[in-house]
């Protein structure tokens, strides 16, 4: 057997593929989290100290502040500087060259800013009651080197900013030993190893090799991931340890110095070992000691966050693994040789969509797992992530109505209030846009109609001219007093009609405005697709007998479909995210009950600055077009004909 | 094709003319604005109990004064003529890339069998059903950011076609769903390559297909208005709609102004339909090929 | 054939320019969203600025409705403008969501402070830290028709009496009209009862006795007194007024271009109102301010340049020739302003006036408010549990928005 043959009925290029992606990716991933556990524990420290040193100075005069920020630099040389902002004046600094107290210079405004922005934090947090800005500023210069900004306090009081420069060198515990590329190398042969053993059979459903090829794939990424997972917890205890170790030296340097005392004693909180809030992490107790449940918290909080991602990575790679073994890699790429003329012809299309289309939407779908609002936004994206969180709120809110005494009060603001009218939105405005637009085609392909040139162009006008202005006309129309078609109906007798405020007359004038607008749009394309049906085909017909409504039935329509259905899945979606004339003509009035889902969705995001929340809201609509997409197709489907 | 009997079509000339007249009765009230020489909508003055023809001439649309004066401001105040020339280029431009895109993507969908077909169709489709208002940020990422096309026509109008070329696969391939297979097939027999079928035959029968498609992606480049204004930096590349907002928004709004700017903005379209309608009507038919 | 080549030639050679045109020969980038008058003036003022200091400034005009779009896409991506100018309301979102707006506290001097008139420096500041510097105002007042009103009233027990007399429901006259349901507008009666949107610490203190009583004053107004017309908007307000059938508006400096020239106007001080103590009524004051961009590479000179804007030599050009109530008091004692009827109108409302809240939470009031008023208005809900609901879905948001980490 030659090379080419045994690959292709082996499973090792298949155990191989998802083997190797799997251990890229968790790789990926455990590096990323490491890394992230390392700067944690770097910052951690640096902000320990930083802390410790603020509570040092916090009841001393300038002097005395002066001095013992000086001392305690010169006992720890990790502390490579420090300096304390009050205003505009630099009130303290542990560099001579700096010539403290003065004021500030004008080179050294973004200290001026950085405190006010740390007293706004501080006092946001109090004032809102609501701890969401971080009073501790930490930057990373190069690799180890920290600066650390927090509140400098005077008797309690916000009094300036402490910046601290700090050098972690050797902090890492693990130090740089990070995990070897060995471990991996060796899982990636062992599949292969196994693969090359593994005689597959693509033509049965399910036999031995298969079984046993998942299996080796199962266990070896699963394997690998464990090990992985106890390696960071690992790292962590380690952290914790070093950061109690660092806390203890710390404390009684202090005890030493009589700078501070601390209390000590088991049942207070460490107030030193903080994150950037400055609430306590809980970890390490005051006396020093590491807590196992602030350690088992700390780990089960970041196992949520990986978690998923691992399993998103391992259903991945063995759905690729299946792929191979049941031979639709190869089918595919075969197929793929065999297509090349017809991929040519689309890729152009494709690509721009791909580059300009979803991007936007991945970034919109991924922003829609998240809690951003304008307040979070410049927060790390994995900060930010909470999961499905934005989606149970949207779809498990079924709060549509309450029963108050004078009936059914409807719930305007709830989603499937705002989906019901989205859908009748919809449902609406095609049936009038079609119905209009078909009628007017077939008067306009009327053979021998004068002027038809005219009433084409006269017609499309509605589409020509800018909405924008128009639907300010419609708008006009309707208003109540001074409307016009208010004046009309008093014209005949009748009373005039308050457009805006009933939840029905207000649909209507959206309905009546978009389908003005729309119908240009149908016409056109009808007239378009009855230019090409033949002629000769209604002089055949008429021959044999058939009546007019015969031949609209047996030859129009269904040359017709063709063009028409197309039309009109993609006007369902466009009106179904038909955004100016809803927001223009009744902007949802009365009290939103005539909102539609993207109106909504850009009221979430636009005036209630909830970002993620309005990308949720976006996703569900998507989802549901989507839904509706594919049904569509599938019936279209089964009666195209070629 | 000989009518036997030659109609007069009174009846569908008066409900056509009728629903002409109704259907332009607002444009008419754009036009009465932008020739009124002011900036607010005229009301319908009406004595106390008004007779049926006083509420008649009441909702009448002229302006109580004619004037120009609306015109001549929005051509001298700013560069509108720039503008639209930046507009006429942006979506010529458009139009070009978007229906070549469109007819060699919608040619395969139609006339090949391969695996992913669908499910292409089904995502030219589904870049339909994104909601477009929180697309600003991630295409000024790519547009400026990643591409440094900022300030320029071509980022625009990559934006715009691949906006419009959805729409015009799925027509497109409609229409080439209807023009039958044999042609191609005698083709081939002739040794035509596929390149020669598609530009000798296909597209010359799908005229009126395309001028409607054409239609289209000219009207997605042509009234876009927030995208020019983000994506320009200078005042003599934006395009007619970002200048007609000029006019609107924020605490003032001159509607006048802004209703002689869409007359004007409009009559380019009137005139791209006016050219495409002779290929809207003199499209070959299948017939007459068969 | 050929000249449509000539056509396909012509847009490629186009393309190309428009390819390499991109240069960034400017040294000072401002973005602001004037057009007509405003802008010769604002253009002629940054041409001044060049001349006097060497530094070349490139002004760019953008359409109101995409200003803030294009701030929020390109400033905290690294592009965009030194310098741009829009009003406070944004402000609060600009600095909460960062990397926007350049805080300017420390460049600022003494003297700069004090040129201002009351409260401007007040809508430039959030939570205690300067952003921008003002540059002009705006706000509503009394606008009548002269040949309808004879003496503008003075208290609400008078502009009632004389709205009375000019009103003609049947013909669609009114006395009064201004845009009620707006709570833009509707602020200034609020601010006469004092009733206010957030307290000092940012809480919501909307659904106060004080707006309750001061949405009960403007029903008074419509329904009671009958003095002013149903459904009313912008266009409305406007389209009335010059056709005579409002003979009173309130209504701000920007509503002046759009009176037509065969009305002849008279501007007055907003009424005191007899049931809120004879206390005057309050407009809200928009602020344009000139910020300094976080990614501007240049802060300095913006800063500078914003300086430029609000000295007195800037703040004659604008406002004589750019019709813009400017914010430096210095010119107030100029002639040339004082004699000119509409400054100087504006400039005496502005004693009774307060800046409308610059913080992000805003946005979030405008849309149940407005809901609230229209049941009101419409006699679908009493003022009190309007606004109490309309407080409710403010409080949610906000709520929403204040999610601690």
Known sequence: MNLAEHLKRSAVLGLGFSMLLSLVLGTWMFRAEENDLRLQQRQRLAVLRANALVLAVADTDAAATRSRVQEMQELNPQIESVIIVAGTQLLASTRAEDGAPRALKREEKPLYDLSNLIRTARETNRGEEVVRKKTVQIEETTRGHLVVTLPYLSGGEYAGILQMKFNTAGADTLGDKADSIALPLWMLLAALLAGTFLRLHPEKKIDLSKLIAIGVFLLIALLYQQQRIERLEQIEVQDNQSVAADYLALAQQYDRLGILSLARDPASVNRWDTDQYQRPLGLIGADGRISTEGQARQFAKRAGLFKPILWAINLLTAAVLLMFIYGYAARGYAAFRKNIDAYIYVAPAMIGMLVLVFFPFAYGIALSFTDTTLYNESLPFQDRLIGFENFRHILGDFNVYQHTPDGISWNYQNFYWTLMVTVMWTVTNVTIGVSVGFLLAMALNTDGLRGKAVYRVLLILPWAIPNYITALVWRGMFHPQFGVINQVLQMFGMEPVAWFDGVFSAFFTGVATNGWLSFPFMMVVILGALQSIPKDMYEAAEVEGASRWQRLRFITLPLLKPTLIPAIVLSVVWTFNMFNIIFLVSGGEPGGANEILVTKAYKIAFENYQYAYAAAYSTVIFMILLVYGFFQTRITKATESF | MAEPKTKNHLWLHVSLITFTMLALYPVFWVLALSFSGQQSVGLIDLPKDPSFFERLRGILPFPAHWSVKNYVEVWTEQQFGRWLWNSVVISAMTTLLGVFLACTAAYAFSRFRFPGRNTGMLMFLVSQMFPGTLMLIPLFIIIVKQLQLGNTYIGLVIVYATTSIPFCVWMLKGYFDTIPYDIEESAIIDGASRLTIFWRIILPLAKPAIAITALFSFMTAWNEFILASVFMESEANYTAPVGLRFFVGGFSSQWGFFAAGSVIVSLPVVALFLQLQKYLISGLTAGSVK | ?405
Request: aromatic fraction near 10%.
């Open chain 3, 1 to 405: 054939m050929k000249q449509r080549l000539k056509i396909i030639l012509a847009t490629g050679l186009l393309l190309m320019a428009g390819i390499f045109t991109a240069a960034q020969a400017a040294d000072l980038v401002v973005w602001h969203a004037y057009r007509g008058a405003e802008k010769t003036a604002f253009e002629k003022v940054a041409k001044l600025y060049e001349i006097k200091k060497g530094i070349k400034v490139t002004t760019l005009a953008i359409p109101y409705d995409a200003y803030a779009d294009k701030i929020t896409a390109s400033v905290p991506r690294g592009k965009g403008p030194d310098v741009f100018i829009y009003a406070q309301d944004r402000l609060g979102g600009w600095i909460e969501s960062g990397k926007t707006v350049e805080p300017i506290g420390f460049y600022i001097d003494d003297a700069t402070m004090k040129q201002f008139l009351p409260g401007m420096m007040d809508a430039m500041t959030y939570k205690g830290t300067v952003y921008g510097l003002p540059i002009n105002y705006k706000s509503i007042t009394l606008i009548y028709n002269k040949a309808l009103v004879k003496t503008p009233p003075k208290t609400s027990a008078e502009l009632v009496k004389l709205a009375k007399s000019l009103t003609n429901a049947d013909s669609g006259r009114y006395g009064l009209a201004y845009w009620y349901t707006n709570f833009y507008f509707h602020a200034a009666l609020m601010n006469a009862f004092g009733g206010k949107v957030f307290d000092k610490d940012g809480k919501l203190v909307l659904n106060s006795p004080q707006t309750i009583a001061s949405i009960k004053q403007m029903m008074k107004w419509y329904k009671t007194d009958g003095i002013m017309p149903t459904e009313p908007s912008e266009t409305l307000v406007s389209s009335m007024f010059n056709e005579g059938k409002a003979a009173i508006v309130f209504n701000g400096p920007w509503f002046i271009g759009e009176i037509s020239p065969s009305v002849n106007f008279g501007l007055a001080v907003l009424p005191t109102i007899d049931e809120a103590g004879g206390k005057p009524m309050r407009p809200w004051l928009t602020i344009e301010g000139a910020y300094v961009s976080a990614s501007s590479g240049q802060k300095e000179s913006a800063y500078d340049f914003a300086k430029f804007l609000t000295s007195e030599e800037a703040g004659l050009i604008l406002s004589l020739e750019g019709r813009q109530l400017h914010t430096n008091s210095a010119i107030y004692k100029d002639k040339r302003v004082m004699n000119d009827v509409v400054l100087k109108a504006f400039h005496d409302q502005l004693n009774s006036a307060e800046p409308m809240p610059n913080r992000a939470e805003m946005t979030m009031v405008w849309s149940p408010v407005t809901t609230a008023m229209n049941k009101v208005v419409k006699g679908n809900a009493t003022p009190e549990v309007a606004l109490k609901e309309a407080t409710g879905t403010i409080q949610d948001s906000i709520t929403a928005l204040r999610k601690g980490r």
